[in-house]
């Protein structure tokens, strides 16, 4: 099946720093690729949709400024949570859709554990 | 989205089989039926999804309700490893592609 990889898995890093996570459809081309966000004992919460080539579409109450999300290719997305603050540790997922078919169906990746001290 | 209803949790004995069920009285005509599973600190993962015929794969089965206001997810013999958080979401392939999580039925397996 197809797979999505993100890296890093977990990361650590001090109060205002940026942290960058990668997301990589490895053996499909994915134009729209989804992030999330999950807190501790939560449901994942959709963060953006990042679309290939054009501006991703963030939802209602989530800081485009804060998190930058760039689809530069058909295979890779990035966030980048800027100027980290220990409320915006969490469990940040990534996922995309194998357009090939019309199935539907999304492939998460690993997800990334931020620790903003 | 149309809204989906799952319990919190449910138990099951290893080797027995599971019916994991999913209520969507809302659903509309162009809704497919998804469940992604969620293993403790990974990303989700795809399980089944289907339309209005019951769906088998070699993870699980799909049991669709005639009227299709709600589903259950069926897995035959459970074991350990199937210890999660199930997820029943409505999604529209005609439109909508992103994917809304509810709370979801966090599954406990008994050695």
């Known amino acids: 099946g197809a797979v999505v990889s993100q890296h890093p898995s977990w990361v650590i890093c001090k109060s205002g720093t940026s942290v960058k996570i990668e997301c990589r459809s490895l053996?499909?081309?994915?134009?729209?690729m989804f992030w999330y966000r999950q807190f501790p004992k939560q449901s994942l919460m959709l963060m953006a949709t990042?679309?290939?080539?054009?501006?991703?579409?963030?939802e209602q109450g989530v800081e485009k400024d804060k998190f930058l999300i760039n689809h530069a290719s058909l295979t890779l997305s990035t966030l980048t949570v800027t100027s980290a603050h220990p409320e915006d540790s969490s469990f940040y997922i990534c996922?995309?859709?194998?357009?090939?078919?019309?199935?539907?169906?999304?492939?998460f990746g690993s997800g990334t554990q931020l620790s903003v001290l | 989205d149309a809204k989906t209803t799952q319990p919190n949790s449910m138990e099951s004995n290893e080797e027995e089989p599971v019916h994991l069920p999913c209520n969507h009285s809302?659903?509309?005509?162009?809704?497919?039926i998804h469940w992604y599973r969620q293993l403790p600190s990974q990303g989700p993962e795809y399980v089944i999804h289907?339309?209005?015929s019951n769906v088998n794969n070699r993870m699980a089965s799909l049991a669709i309700a005639e009227d299709r206001k709600s589903s259950t997810l069926i897995l035959h013999r459970a074991t350990l490893r199937d210890a999660a958080v199930y997820y029943c979401?409505?999604?529209?392939?005609?439109?909508?592609?992103?994917?809304?999580f509810g709370t979801g039925t966090r599954l406990t397996i008994i050695p």
């Open positions: 053996d499909f081309q994915a134009t729209t």
């Open positions: 289907g339309l209005t």
């Open positions: 990042s679309n290939e080539g054009s501006k991703a579409t963030y």
């Open positions: 979401i409505l999604r529209d392939n005609f439109g909508n592609e992103k994917l809304t």
């Open positions: 809302t659903i509309s005509g162009t809704d497919y």
């Open positions: 996922s995309a859709r194998d357009g090939r078919g019309l199935s539907g169906k999304l492939f």
